[in-house]
């Protein structure tokens, strides 16, 4: 069987990729190690982040990324930040929130593999058109940037296949347990980006502020919407948030999948429960369909 086409472009060992969820290096290496592709959110000043990728790489040796939301700065500071990465050797940059043209290009030129995050299918089409190496395609239920459109996981993951059959396409969110890896893969995905479900976990802690996690683990299926704006991140709702913290003031970015999430635990705890036992649950879906396939043709 051919490798999978997520892990062959950036040369990691599961098709795990995570989103930029922080600038602070830690829990990409954390990812990185774990076999995953850990992530540095390029939002510090630029030596800042110069150092954060020298930190990345004093805890772990493996490929990593480094996510550029084109919504925060100009074009021009945005290319100041992809000189840093070029400088640096930086081996993939993800970029989110904006127009893939900007940098695409120039990253390429220089070696480096792109993603591009994507809302909807002409969103796609455009990354496809800039020269990307592969598309994230963020639905709806995601913790992150979603456009105005509303596009669900089920029609946007099929939707992007269709229009783009032979590019790496990950799924971003929505997953935080094998049945949600395996239903993505049967849409259509060959990976997935991870948020909410690596914000809470032990190697995080340090990441983010104490309220983060208590929303997270206190979430149900109401306890989110999107935010105002054009990128219209999906965050905490303010009613959760007094019930939960008493207070209205304080909220999180998190995706739907919070309802799923009930502990802290490590990022190898993550990836085992991603994969272990999926196999065992694909083939009993199969099952499930040969049966249903069978219907009508007995005698
Ligand atoms: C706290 C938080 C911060 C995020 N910040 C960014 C960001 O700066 N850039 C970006 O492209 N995505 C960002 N995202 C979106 C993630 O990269 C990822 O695509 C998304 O969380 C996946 O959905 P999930 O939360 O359902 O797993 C953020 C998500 C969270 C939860």
Do not use: W
Not at 90 to 112: D, W
């Amino acid at each position: 069987m051919s490798e999978n086409p997520v892990c062959a472009l950036f040369g990691i060992q599961y098709p795990l990729v995570m989103g930029g969820i922080t600038p602070k290096p830690e829990l990409g290496a954390a990812v990185s190690n774990a076999g995953g592709l850990g992530c540095i959110e390029g939002i510090a000043p630029l030596e800042t982040m110069r150092e954060q990728i020298r930190t990345f790489r004093e805890l772990s040796d493996k490929p990593f990324s480094i996510n550029f939301p084109m919504a925060m700065g100009s074009p021009d500071q945005v290319q100041e930040r992809a000189k840093i990465v070029i400088e640096e050797k930086v081996p993939v940059v993800i970029t989110s929130a904006g127009s893939p043209k900007i940098l695409t290009g120039m990253l390429k030129e220089h070696g480096i593999i792109v993603a591009h995050v994507v809302a909807g299918i002409s969103h796609a089409n455009k990354a496809a058109e800039a020269g990307v190496d592969a598309i994230i395609a963020e639905p709806t239920e995601s913790g992150g940037y979603r456009g105005v459109n509303e596009i669900s996981m089920m029609v946007l993951i099929p939707a992007v296949r269709r229009a783009l059959p032979n590019l790496p396409l990950i799924a971003a969110g929505t997953v935080a347990d094998r049945a949600g890896m395996v239903a993505v893969m049967a849409l259509g995905a060959d990976g997935v980006q991870l948020g909410t479900r690596l914000v809470a976990t032990q190697e995080a802690k340090n990441s983010y502020p104490e309220h983060v996690n208590k929303l997270i683990l206190a979430a149900d299926d109401t306890s989110t919407m999107s935010a105002d704006g054009r990128i219209r991140p999906r965050i905490s709702k303010p009613e959760f948030a007094e019930a939960v913290l008493g207070t209205k003031s304080k909220r999180t970015q998190m995706g739907q999948v919070a309802a799923l999430i009930d502990e802290i635990v490590t990022v190898d705890q993550v990836f085992a429960e991603l994969f272990q036992g999926g196999e065992q649950l694909a083939e009993d879906v199969a099952a499930r369909m040969k049966q249903l396939s069978q219907v009508g043709q007995t005698t």
